[in-house]
């Protein structure tokens, strides 16, 4: 594959199966790092400024976490509390893992799905319900009907406190954005935090206890099934199909370096979650009122499930087009020399990212596997903070600094990473790429340079020429191309 042209798309399917090139020659090859030596990303410290936010946002969440268990526990008794609980976990795996299928080109820090996640749960869910009991005390003490609570009050607070999670995040730790993707997965990770435990409220109060109650424990639990399948199995996209909205507005916030678009883009999407969850609310509310069941099928249909399905277009789409960032700005490092044309090429779809990590198998055992994960990851934290340095998103020195740091922090890693695969395949022809050719030894002992192909022949065919500054912070005099390299050392 040149520099500049992306990989044929039959590549992926072969990518695995290296054909037979010149042989290694008789001399040692490249050092590589014994079996088990598997390179890691340097780990920021935890200084103490750090452990005490750190101790804080926990104990905080585990506080809220304390209330909603005792307040549950009162309003349903313990057993219709166990029941809702058991009824209301099983969809979850399900959701959480469609969103980090969503995930899987940049995965985000555990602990950060598992604060949105929790934050959802248990933080929004609190504040939701606090404001929620006032505002129905209100509409009782007034004379209206408590219906108006889940029109014109819950949309618009349960849909904030969902999102002031993933919003924390973005101000505090928005070099973890990679963009709409992101915002996609923290939100909606929130939301299904929050629909959790909702739904322990449903299935365990109107469901089993409200049954029980009334004609035994049988009856409850016929509820409690109802309940399931109406709520989870029909419309348990709802809380997640909301708060996406706004999701991609704070992904939108994340990657633009427009003052006035990292402002509106994130209320605009806020804003409209607000309103599709008040429609949402609103329909039972107008069916109940006017005896039309019409008008919650016209809704659904005709509103949510176009709505629906765009969302999920959407996310597909912006999913694929992440994989193909790296095809967009990695061939900048390709053409400076600190990476050969196949690997561009082999991180541009899952595909092949799945082939690479099987040659890696095949050459380098299971740490070979270990060191193509973290490759592939560091190789597209590094595409998209190209990304982010070409669209402008850092201006204040710091911030260029901390870039530069992070790049060649990424740069490092990528090349110990490699290290694991250069010279294990004794398939792969044996030369040196300078950003703009190969320089291959044949079997007969000669030494010529040869353009890239169209298409790549391996994952990591060949080491690479003594690297050069990085890409973006170069010094001015720096062409960004070097002369061809010698023979690397180790070669004869």
Known sequence: MRPDQPAADGYADRMADTPPGSPLPSSPAPTAPSVGEAPRMPLRRLGWRRFLVLAGVVLFIAACAVFMVFTLGQSLGAQALLIGVAAAILPVPVLVACFLWLDRYEPEPLKYLVFCFAWGAFVSTAASLTVNDFAAGRFADWGLPSALTGVLVAPFVEELTKALGPILLLVFRRREWSGITDGLVYCGLSAVGFAMVENILYLGGLGYASGADRYGPATGIQQVISIFILRILLFGFAHPLFTSMTGIGLGIAARTADRRVRVLAPIAGLLLAMMLHGTWNLLPTLTQATGEALIM????????????????????????????????????????GWLSPPEVAALSSLGRRHAAR?????????????????????????????????????????????TAREERELLDAISAYRSFFVGRDPQAPTGVWDGSRYHLRFPDGTQRPVAAP?????????????????????????????????WPPGHP
């Open 297 to 336: 099928l016209y809704g659904f249909l005709g509103l949510m499930v176009p709505v629906f399905f765009g969302t999920v277009g959407l996310a597909v789409w912006l999913r694929a087009w992440e994989g193909r960032l790296t095809e967009r700005t990695l061939p900048d490092y390709v053409r400076a």
């Open 358 to 402: 099987s040659w890696a198998r095949r050459v380098a055992g299971d740490a070979g596997v270990r060191a193509m994960r973290g490759y592939q990851s560091a190789a597209t934290r590094l595409a998209l903070l190209r990304d982010g340095t070409l669209r402008g998103l850092d201006r204040k020195p710091a911030d260029l600094e901390r």
């Open 454 to 486: 169209d298409e790549p022949v391996v994952p990591i065919p060949v080491v690479l020429a003594p690297a050069p500054p990085p890409v973006g912070y170069a010094p001015p005099d720096w062409p960004g191309l070097r002369p061809a390299a010698p």
